[in-house]
């Protein structure tokens, strides 16, 4: 450790000052972002009273073996050893067996009247993210959901804040998303009253029309939910925080982590692995990317600036990047197709059928996003970040300035590999062997089928000469005969 990190230790670190002695509630808490968010509470935050997070059973497993799974894992690992094992994490935790989903949320009346003698802050988190759910489960997540968390949280008696988790792509009929809220596509409590009595084919039936214009089933029920944290500001303390695309973690604690293949992800295994070949996008418009660790640090820096700084009036904050940073779809193809062939080469396809239906699928409701392009508003965040100290700035980054793509990509990559396609490094010599002989097949592949072709098409062109010089041969009187 050097001089200037002893002296920015020193320093206070008023964000997790700010933590100390509260009690949170958590939904989506064993998800992508949710996980990342425990391990810097925990990591960071050592006098927080207790996180409670709202857990279902899931592919049999109850939420009990869920959450001892989940610490487990190598994104742990750093606040594991600091702590010392997975027990004193656990003491700091406290699952509610629950579902987002149901009407009355599953959760146990003991449950419940401890959430409501007991949480300062609740984050909503929880959200179907797949673009092509049915309405009616999106409609009962994302937006019924919400509403009955929103509920819970107005009967908090100690509550100082509630957090509602957005998206950037909720409004996209707004080419430049400004930090304010605007009308939603439809009135959520119609919405939600509708669904609950409609069979599943009316739903289907009228989805276009619900619809409009908007692609797909999460940007809108995900405006609809963003719609009714805004209608609780009159009631509660709220701030609605949209991160764009979260992506994998860029720093800290693990480079590179991800749980699952969506994003750049799947587009990086995808080629990777020869699934995916080609790719429809204009290929010199961006995506804005958020690295899921700088946008944690963004919640954890929100709530000391609500809380502590008394900022309360900026409660419709957008967390991009793409002020800082652009990557275009054809750099993040050229930079991933670089890494794969170069550095760090994934094993061939062995049984991919899965992963290929998954991607596939998920690039089909994907490419209105490549087809398009949005700007953001992004100012709220750096302002914020603005008020740190150099400690803080250190621990909680908020913005991508220093990001190395082609690094990162990389990160992305190897990662990938360990945790996804559990490949281990001990297999990254037998990988590069193996890309050399399928770079090999696949152009001689090819020059057996452009031979095919051009043997074929030598053939059909003989034919059709002998056709003409046959049909010139024949003359009047030979017809006549």
């Given at each position: 450790?050097?001089?200037?990190?002893?002296?920015l230790?020193?320093?206070?670190?008023?964000?997790?000052?700010?933590?100390?002695?509260?009690?949170?509630?958590?939904?989506?808490?064993?998800?992508?972002?949710g996980k990342?968010?425990?391990e810097?509470?925990?990591?960071?935050?050592p006098?927080?009273?207790?996180?409670?997070l709202?857990v279902?059973?899931?592919?049999?497993?109850?939420p009990?073996?869920?959450?001892?799974?989940?610490?487990?894992?190598?994104?742990?690992?750093?606040?594991?050893?600091?702590?010392?094992?997975?027990?004193?994490?656990?003491?700091?935790?406290?699952?509610?067996?629950g579902d987002?989903?149901?009407p009355?949320?599953a959760?146990?009346?003991e449950?419940?009247?401890?959430?409501?003698?007991?949480?300062?802050?609740v984050?909503?988190?929880?959200?179907t993210?797949?673009?092509?759910e049915?309405?009616?489960?999106?409609v009962?997540?994302?937006v019924?959901?919400?509403?009955?968390?929103?509920?819970?949280?107005?009967?908090?008696?100690k509550?100082?804040?509630?957090?509602?988790?957005?998206?950037?792509?909720?409004?996209?009929?707004?080419?430049?998303?400004?930090?304010?809220?605007y009308?939603?596509?439809?009135d959520?409590?119609?919405?939600i009253?509708?669904?609950?009595?409609?069979?599943?084919?009316?739903?289907?039936?009228?989805?276009?029309?619900?619809?409009?214009?908007?692609?797909n089933?999460?940007?809108?029920?995900?405006?609809?939910?963003?719609a009714l944290?805004v209608?609780?500001?009159?009631?509660?303390?709220?701030?609605?925080l949209?991160?764009?695309?979260v992506i994998?973690?860029w720093q800290?604690?693990v480079p590179?982590w991800?749980d699952?293949?969506?994003?750049?992800?799947?587009l990086?295994?995808?080629?990777?692995?020869?699934?995916?070949?080609?790719?429809?996008?204009?290929?010199?418009?961006?995506?804005d990317?958020?690295p899921?660790?700088?946008?944690?640090?963004?919640?954890?820096?929100?709530?000391?600036?609500?809380?502590?700084?008394?900022?309360t009036?900026?409660?419709?904050?957008?967390?991009?990047?793409?002020?800082?940073?652009k990557?275009?779809?054809?750099?993040?193809?050229?930079?991933?197709?670089?890494?794969?062939m170069?550095?760090v080469?994934?094993?061939?396809?062995?049984?991919?059928?899965?992963?290929?239906?998954?991607i596939?699928?998920?690039?089909?409701?994907?490419?209105?996003?490549t087809?398009?392009?949005?700007?953001?508003?992004?100012?709220?965040?750096?302002?914020v970040?603005?008020?740190?100290n150099?400690?803080e700035?250190r621990?909680?980054?908020?913005?991508?300035?220093g990001?190395?793509?082609?690094?990162?990509?990389e990160?992305?990559i190897?990662?990938?590999?360990?945790?996804?396609l559990?490949e281990?490094d001990?297999t990254l010599?037998?990988?590069?062997?193996?890309m050399?002989?399928m770079w090999?097949?696949?152009?001689?592949?090819?020059l057996?089928?452009?031979?095919?072709?051009?043997?074929w098409f030598s053939g059909?062109?003989?034919?059709?000469y002998s056709?003409?010089?046959?049909?010139?041969?024949?003359?009047?009187?030979?017809m006549?005969?």
């Amino acid at each position: 450790m050097s001089l200037e990190d002893n002296d920015l230790d020193s320093m206070p670190d008023r964000i997790a000052e700010t933590f100390a002695g509260l009690t949170l509630l958590v939904t989506g808490g064993t998800g992508f972002m949710g996980k990342v968010l425990v391990e810097k509470l925990l990591r960071k935050c050592p006098d927080i009273t207790k996180i409670m997070l709202l857990v279902r059973p899931k592919k049999g497993k109850s939420p009990k073996q869920r959450l001892e799974e989940m610490l487990n894992d190598e994104l742990f690992a750093k606040v594991r050893n600091l702590r010392g094992g997975v027990e004193p994490l656990l003491e700091k935790l406290q699952i509610v067996c629950g579902d987002v989903s149901a009407p009355d949320l599953a959760i146990s009346n003991e449950d419940k009247m401890n959430i409501i003698q007991n949480v300062h802050i609740v984050l909503h988190a929880a959200a179907t993210i797949r673009f092509d759910e049915e309405l009616k489960k999106a409609v009962f997540l994302n937006v019924r959901g919400t509403k009955l968390i929103i509920e819970l949280a107005k009967q908090c008696k100690k509550l100082k804040l509630f957090i509602h988790i957005s998206t950037a792509y909720c409004h996209l009929h707004e080419k430049l998303l400004e930090e304010k809220p605007y009308p939603p596509p439809a009135d959520p409590h119609k919405i939600i009253e509708a669904m609950e009595w409609m069979t599943d084919d009316a739903v289907s039936t009228i989805t276009p029309t619900l619809l409009s214009k908007l692609p797909n089933s999460y940007a809108f029920t995900k405006a609809l939910g963003e719609a009714l944290a805004v209608e609780a500001m009159e009631h509660i303390p709220v701030i609605v925080l949209r991160p764009s695309i979260v992506i994998p973690v860029w720093q800290d604690p693990v480079p590179g982590w991800t749980d699952n293949i969506n994003g750049p992800t799947g587009l990086l295994i995808g080629a990777g692995k020869g699934v995916i070949r080609t790719m429809y996008c204009k290929s010199n418009s961006y995506a804005d990317y958020l690295p899921v660790d700088v946008f944690i640090n963004g919640i954890m820096i929100c709530v000391w600036n609500y809380i502590k700084m008394g900022e309360t009036k900026s409660n419709v904050i957008n967390f991009t990047s793409s002020a800082e940073i652009k990557v275009t779809w054809l750099e993040m193809i050229d930079a991933g197709r670089e890494i794969i062939m170069n550095r760090v080469p994934l094993n061939g396809v062995v049984c991919l059928m899965r992963v290929h239906r998954r991607i596939s699928k998920g690039f089909e409701v994907f490419e209105y996003y490549t087809n398009n392009q949005w700007d953001f508003k992004s100012d709220i965040a750096q302002t914020v970040r603005q008020k740190l100290n150099p400690r803080e700035r250190r621990d909680y980054k908020v913005d991508a300035i220093g990001l190395d793509i082609s690094k990162y990509f990389e990160d992305c990559i190897r990662a990938a590999r360990i945790f996804i396609l559990k490949e281990s490094d001990d297999t990254l010599p037998a990988a590069r062997r193996h890309m050399k002989i399928m770079w090999f097949v696949d152009i001689v592949a090819q020059l057996l089928f452009w031979s095919l072709m051009l043997y074929w098409f030598s053939g059909w062109m003989s034919s059709f000469y002998s056709f003409l010089v046959g049909s010139s041969n024949i003359t009047p009187e030979a017809m006549v005969e």
